[in-house]
């Protein structure tokens, strides 16, 4: 069974500071990961989707790495704003069964201006 | 713009009640949606997946007969909390995807709260 583990689970950055969110999986067979960010009481918002063939991947100020082999990802996001405070989730898709999503816990993030 | 729609968002009601949240894949045809909740501070747990035209596959633990899910259109999937209790209250989302690898899209959620 695929497990999915974020770390830490909550950190408060100043504003301008990068942040480094981990993500890591207990099984590596995986399709591809994905990282969304949740806002309070909303939906999911998709960020970024590594394949499983792939190293990172890059959007504007997020870049995404994955390490298959050691059942790890990391979201970089750079210069951090007080906007980015939300939680972001990894979920590692699985590619037996129905093709699920296995989701960690999140990343409560707060950006302090 | 928005790839799923998800309705209503929040809904209030009294215990006994059933509820129905529909979700609508705008952008193309899903034979297969999924059906998530959430409690507060925690994961998204996978409830079932909705297949069209076929029999939802629930998760262990869920019930089918208190979560009735209905794929009944490539577009539309609806998931009904029948004779609703507080110990439902909960935030519920559906995702779709076209499968393999491409991303998986999900609605904005369904706050579900019984008095």
């Known amino acids: 069974k695929q497990e999915v583990t974020q770390i830490p689970a909550a950190l408060s950055v100043p504003e301008g500071e990068n942040l480094v969110l981990n993500c890591s999986f207990t099984?590596?067979?995986?399709?591809?990961l994905q990282w969304f960010r949740q806002d309070p009481g909303k939906g999911l918002t998709s960020l970024l989707l590594?394949?499983?063939?792939?190293r990172e991947q890059t959007s504007g100020r997020l870049n995404a790495s994955l390490d298959k082999s050691s059942g790890r990802s990391t979201l970089y996001i750079a210069a951090s704003q007080p906007g980015d405070s939300a939680t972001y989730l990894c979920a590692a898709r699985i590619p037996y069964g129905n093709n699920r999503l296995a989701f960690g816990k999140g990343n409560q993030v707060v950006v302090i201006p | 713009g928005a790839v799923v729609s998800q309705h209503p968002s929040w809904v209030i009601c009294k215990s006994g009640t059933s509820v129905k949240i529909e979700c609508r894949s705008l952008?193309?045809?899903?034979?297969?949606m999924f059906w998530y909740r959430q409690f507060p501070k925690q994961s998204l747990m996978l409830m079932a997946t909705s297949n069209e035209g076929s029999k939802a596959t629930y998760e262990q633990g869920v019930e089918k007969d208190k979560f009735l899910i209905n794929h009944a259109s490539l577009t539309l999937s609806t998931l009904t909390v029948t004779s609703a209790h507080p110990e439902d209250s909960s935030f519920y989302i559906c995702?779709?995807?076209?499968?393999?690898?491409?991303?998986?899209?999900f609605g904005d959620g369904t706050r579900l709260s019984i008095l």
């Open positions: 995702s779709v995807g076209r499968g393999g690898n491409q991303p998986q899209h």
């Open positions: 952008d193309f045809q899903a034979t297969t």
């Open positions: 590594i394949q499983s063939s792939q």
């Open positions: 099984d590596s067979a995986i399709y591809n």
